[in-house]
């Protein structure tokens, strides 16, 4: 039986689920069951289709229509519901899958749209050879300590800073 590791990448920096994506076509072409289960996003992100083509599971909870600090008392309990069910997601169906991304599952952590201690238990209570990748800013020690991999992407430089928006299929 392969014993299935913990990857973590994060940081400021531009690249974290671009790596994951990675990995996970990796996986995909190794064979793996793959599930790519996305937190905190809005619309749909253009490697979507391609990941759903290679037959990766894509999973996602309610879309973000607008920016936390805007949403109302009830739009941030509804959301943060949402976030929480893709979680129990992943939780309740690991035993399907070699590998499972979290993407953005930290950014759901330091909003409180999931608790961090679920988090934690999914980590510490995963099958043995289920692979896992979280990515996102400003992870906090309890998922650093738990990671076998930790990836600190830094940005010495962005474009964002020189008034360039994100771009389709860049970005997102």
């Known amino acids: 039986m392969r014993q299935g590791l913990i990857h973590l990448y994060t940081g400021d920096g531009k690249g974290k689920t671009t790596a994951a994506i990675g990995l996970a076509v990796r996986a995909r072409g190794a064979g793996f069951r793959v599930l790519f289960a996305q937190f905190m996003k809005g619309r749909d992100t253009a490697e979507l289709g391609p990941l759903r083509q290679l037959g990766v599971e894509i999973h996602r909870g309610s879309e973000l229509t607008k920016f936390l ?9 509804e959301y943060s519901s949402s976030q929480r069910c893709s979680l129990q997601y992943a939780r309740e169906n690991a035993h399907r899958f070699d590998l499972i991304v979290l993407d953005e599952i930290v950014s759901a952590i330091t909003t409180n749209m999931v608790e961090q201690e679920d988090v934690v238990s999914f980590l510490t209570e995963k099958p043995e050879a289920l692979e896992v990748v979280l990515t996102g800013r400003d ?13 600190t992407i830094k940005a010495d430089k962005h474009p964002y800073n020189a008034g360039i928006l994100a771009r389709e299929g860049i970005e997102y």
């Open 69 to 77: 600090p805007a949403m109302s008392d009830e739009e941030r309990v």
């Open 139 to 151: 992870a906090p020690e309890s998922i650093r300590v738990l990671a076998d991999y930790v990836s």
